[in-house]
């Protein structure tokens, strides 16, 4: 598969069965076409974000798109607000002056984000857990929280970024020259740094 966005490249070595092959593009499919059009209305936004954090851009999309489908008014049932679901603490300790706003609530959002993944360095599904549970259910379950919610939350967003494959197989990190992290399905991919670790 071609490298997608800036730091986010997957190479899948199989695809096992006809089953397998439509599914994966179909969820292509549906990200391409249902969500085009949010996606560029809000790219700058995110891209400025994503490049300022280190931050790969079609994971703040998929975090977009499972967190409140690219409404910036959205508003949950727990108070989580915009188009990242922040709370109104997370928000204000990262500086949105509207948490409605998207160019706001979409920093705070990059910016908490950063701070989860250095948190769990090389761990992205802990990171995902941490953005819906908070790092508190974590400690407290000395790992990813078995709430359903959670889980559920998890395979969506990764669906969204790699379709149905990668969420549902082993995804590997490696590191390139300028410290970049990169996702891919293929543990022997090395071409752009040492691998960190497999991720289940």
Known sequence: MKARGVFLQLRFKRLAGLGTILAFLAGTAAWGGVNADKRQKYGDIVRTAAEKHGLDEDLLHSIIQAESGYDPSAVSSKGAVGLMQLIPETAAKYGAQNIFDPTDNIEAGAHYLKDLMALYPNDLRSVLAAYNAGPDALKKHNGIPPYPETKRYIRKVLNFLDGPIAA???L??????????LLTSDRFF????SPLGEKR
């Open 172 to 181: 590997y990190t490696f590191r390139d020259s300028q410290g970049r992290v």
């Open 190 to 193: 090395n071409s752009v740094g």
């Open 168 to 170: 549902g197989g082993k």
